[in-house]
């Protein structure tokens, strides 16, 4: 992926070169799948799964996180790191969104969407909890001087030597937006593919009836999703490069090259994924 990756140190800038190769090879992986499968039906999945790992990757910029100096109050945000915030999001959106399979594509995808958000608007209430009862710190923006939803002002009470603490207002809305986005994302990858799998395994296996290969379709496409979910939300960790404060963070302009970044990844994770039921 470095081919597609700006500096480390970086800031918003996107490197259009790298972009448009990016791009392109995602077209080629598009292009071979259909040249090899000759299915439209498997070319749709992995666009599918091309969109659900971009909007999982997409959906980390959103989320608030402070590490290892959050837990100490130095810093807003949730004292744990990226991926792992997400991911935690993301599986709580795609146990939701396995929960409603059976209802549709559309039922699903908004049931692990709500999943993801869910978990997300209770793990920042419970941070903003213990940081305000346990730690007794106010919520203030280290980027910010002025909460762009609220309009409360950040300055007076941020700590000196810190980049603020607590969870701010925009942090804790970036956060469930994060969730959202996340579970309808790593949802509709496993929606994808749990279809395409049931589909195609019975012939594959020689089942005699469909529902005799339906925990393997199952397993196999929550194994596909959420290794999907983890390659995207590290992708974006990289991009990120350390703590943010969501939406109002500098740092969330940097979601373009993340964009790119997941749509490659996404695409090779994908081929993969159907290739297996395809050849």
């Known amino acids: 992926m470095s081919a597609i990756g700006a500096k480390p140190a970086a800031g918003a800038e996107v490197n259009t070169t790298a972009s448009i190769i990016g791009l392109i090879l995602t077209l080629i992986i598009i292009g071979a799948l259909y040249v090899i499968t000759k299915d439209i039906s498997m070319t749709m999945a992995l666009i599918g799964v091309i969109i659900g790992g971009v909007l999982v990757g997409f959906c980390v910029h959103f989320m608030p996180v402070g590490g290892a100096p959050a837990a100490m109050?130095?810093?807003?945000?949730?004292?744990?790191?990226?991926?792992?915030?997400?991911?935690?999001?993301?599986?709580?959106?795609?146990?939701?969104?396995?929960?409603?399979?059976?209802?549709?594509?559309?039922?699903?995808?908004?049931?692990?969407?709500?999943?993801?958000?869910?978990?997300?608007?209770?793990?920042?209430?419970?941070?903003?909890?213990?940081?305000?009862?346990?730690?007794?710190?106010?919520?203030?923006?280290?980027?910010?001087?002025?909460?762009?939803?609220?309009?409360?002002?950040?300055?007076?009470?941020?700590?000196?030597?810190?980049?603020?603490?607590?969870?701010?207002?925009?942090?804790?809305?970036?956060?469930?937006?994060?969730?959202?986005?996340?579970?309808?994302?790593?949802?509709?990858?496993?929606?994808?593919?749990?279809?395409?799998?049931?589909?195609?395994?019975?012939?594959l296996l020689q089942a005699p009836m469909p529902e005799d290969v339906?925990?393997?379709?199952?397993?196999?496409?929550?194994?596909?999703?959420?290794?999907?979910?983890?390659?995207?939300?590290?992708?974006?960790?990289?991009n990120i490069t350390g703590t943010t404060e969501g939406p109002a963070d500098p740092k969330f302009k940097r979601f373009p090259r993340d964009i790119v970044a997941s749509l490659l990844a996404s695409a090779i994770c994908g081929i993969f994924a159907i290739l297996i039921v395809a050849l």
């Open 73 to 203: 109050g130095q810093a807003p945000g949730i004292a744990t790191g990226v991926a792992m915030l997400a991911a935690g999001a993301g599986l709580a959106g795609l146990f939701g969104g396995a929960w409603a399979a059976e209802l549709g594509m559309m039922v699903a995808i908004v049931a692990g969407a709500v999943g993801g958000g869910l978990m997300m608007a209770i793990t920042c209430l419970m941070v903003s909890v213990i940081y305000v009862f346990g730690m007794g710190i106010p919520a203030a923006s280290g980027k910010s001087k002025i909460d762009p939803l609220t309009g409360d002002t950040q300055v007076e009470f941020k700590s000196q030597g810190t980049e603020g603490h607590g969870l701010p207002f925009i942090s804790y809305v970036g956060g469930v937006i994060g969730g959202l986005l996340g579970g309808a994302g790593g949802t509709l990858v496993y929606i994808e593919l749990l279809y395409l799998y049931e589909k195609e395994l019975p012939a």
């Open 214 to 238: 339906k925990i393997v379709a199952v397993s196999l496409a929550g194994i596909f999703a959420v290794g999907i979910f983890l390659v995207s939300s590290v992708l974006a960790a990289y």
